[in-house]
C-alpha cells in the first residue's frame, strides 16, 4: 500500500486532518489541490521512510 498522508485542512472552526493514500507527496499535494483547492494548507507524511529530504519539492 502507498504511504498514508496526512491533508491539513483550514475550515470555519479551525483546522482539520483528513489521511489518503498516495504514491509520493507530489501526487498527495495533486490530490489535496483538485479535492480541497480552497482548504488545503499543508501534507505531512505519516511514514518517516517514505517522507522525500529535506529541500526537495
Known amino acids: 500500500m ?3 498522508y ?4 483550514k475550515r ?3 483546522l482539520i486532518t483528513r ?3 498516495a504514491s509520493n507527496a507530489a501526487e498527495a499535494w495533486r490530490l489535496a ?4 483547492p480552497e482548504s488545503i494548507r499543508a501534507v505531512v507524511c505519516q511514514d518517516s521512510d517514505a517522507a ?3 529541500g526537495h519539492r
Open 33 to 36: 489541490r483538485e479535492h480541497y
Open 19 to 21: 489521511t489518503i493514500h
Open 52 to 54: 522525500e529530504p529535506p
Open 2 to 4: 502507498p504511504p498514508a
Open 6 to 9: 496526512d491533508l491539513i485542512l
Open 12 to 14: 470555519a472552526d479551525g
